[in-house]
């Protein structure tokens, strides 16, 4: 089984492609592309959400065979930001985007991953593995979010 971790950024979202194999779990995209980085030319929510489904069609058109998404959404608290509401807009965008292709897909919280942001990084690279490059707590969201994913067929 296929699975693809998102994890939202307002600057450069992350993704994990990981693939689950008779209870093996591969971080398909360790040394590849795992970060989305949005474009300097792209000012508003509005030109960053289409940029992002651009990038989702061009991602699920070279894995076709991903089965399902998995979402790690933001911790809201009450001094939210900015910067959490653009990558709230994003999280939408990848929920509208499954929801209109029929790909599972689901959205957690750390609580449902297993883990937390001060463990969150040695959890991935045990659990699954980690990314050559851009190595962090948002990437390794992705992962876990990925592998949550994959555990649970």
């Known amino acids: ?41 792209l000012s508003t929510p509005t030109e960053k959400v289409d940029w992002l489904y651009r990038e989702l069609e061009r991602i699920f058109r070279e894995h076709k065979d991903i089965e399902k998404v998995v979402v790690k959404s933001n911790e809201y608290t009450q001094s939210d930001t900015k910067a959490k509401r653009e990558s709230a807009y994003a999280e939408a965008i990848v929920l509208l985007y499954c929801a209109q292709k029929q790909i599972s897909v689901e959205a957690k919280i750390y609580a449902s991953l297993g883990t937390n942001s001060s463990f969150v990084k040695d959890h991935a690279e045990k659990r699954v593995g980690r990314t050559v490059k851009y190595w962090d707590e948002k990437m390794a969201d992705a992962v876990i979010a990925a592998w949550n994913g994959a555990r649970s067929k």
Request: overall charge positive.
């Open 1 to 41: 089984m296929k699975v693809l971790g998102f994890r939202a950024d307002p600057n450069a979202p992350r993704y994990a492609i990981v693939q689950e194999n008779g209870g093996n779990f591969s971080l398909l995209n360790n040394s590849g592309e795992s970060r989305l980085l949005y474009p300097a030319n």
